[in-house]
């Protein structure tokens, strides 16, 4: 079995593929300070109550956007699995031309929904992410990334309101009943769930005209069943991008 990470800023995305099934994930919190053991401790109870063991786990994969982790779970898969993971960077087959005027400046995550993406529903296509910063990234016909769009994520800007401004509250992020909020809450919940959209669309519609053709959508992370309930503009939601993507660019350097 595989076993493939994702090391968000926010939270760490966990998959087990037998094959080409995908049959665990789960999420933890990204806890920068945290040792390698007591990941290791996480990891093995998730495994455990998914009735796997160690032995199970024969090739480990993973990507990161938090550059001291690797070196924390490289140190974990070592000790406890007796395996050294492919880690996506620099030097490692992606299948991937990357378009931009500094590759390296590219995070590996996008790098690896781009191959996912492209492999599973062809290009152009663009991939929409809502997690802890908002992005898009293009991908062309022929599978190569031409660049994207970074924006704050939605609990960013939730959290910066309730922050910067004295008199307004943390809120829930869910869909509020009506675009006129009649109250604080209500208000706030309006302007970041719509605003979001309209974000999300207008983004959208501005990389489709300079692309001068239609490209699918797909949205992922933590909020893209949220907001692609509230428009057309997103095509397809797949929370799993990142992990089919970490599973393909694994196989290509194994061969």
């Known amino acids: 079995m595989l ?9 760490i995305t966990l998959g087990v593929f037998e094959g080409e099934e995908l049959r665990a994930t789960w999420h933890v919190a990204t806890g920068i300070h945290r040792m390698a053991d007591e990941y290791a401790a996480l ?23 938090v550059p001291p982790l690797i070196s924390t779970f490289e140190e974990l898969f070592q000790r406890y699995f007796h395996l050294s993971p492919l880690v996506v960077g620099a030097g490692v087959k992606t299948g991937v031309r990357i378009r931009m005027d500094n590759p390296r ?79 604080t809450t209500s ?26 053709e239609k490209a699918k959508v797909v949205a992922t992370g933590g909020y893209a069943e949220l907001i692609a309930k509230e428009t057309d503009a997103i095509d397809i939601v797949n929370p799993d991008i990142t992990l089919i993507g970490l599973r393909l660019i694994y196989l290509m350097n194994k061969a």
């Open 105 to 183: 400046e590219v995070g590996a995550d996008r790098i690896v929904n781009a191959a996912a993406a492209h492999h599973l529903y062809g290009g152009p296509v663009i991939i929409t992410d809502l997690g802890t910063a908002t992005t898009f990234d293009t991908v062309s016909k022929e599978g190569d990334y031409l660049g994207g769009v970074i924006a704050p994520g939605i609990d960013t800007a939730a959290e910066a309101l309730f922050m910067r401004a004295a008199m307004l509250p943390r809120v829930e992020l869910t869909r509020p009943e009506h675009i006129i909020g009649t109250n």
């Open 3 to 11: 076993l493939a990470i994702d090391i968000g800023n926010t939270d």
């Open 187 to 212: 208000a706030m919940q309006s302007g970041l769930i719509f605003g979001y959209v309209g974000l999300v669309e207008g983004i959208v519609a501005r990389i489709q005209r300079e692309l001068k």
């Open 43 to 65: 990891l093995l109870n998730l495994l455990h109550h998914q009735n796997l063991k160690i032995a199970d786990i024969k090739e480990i994969t993973l990507c990161s956007v």
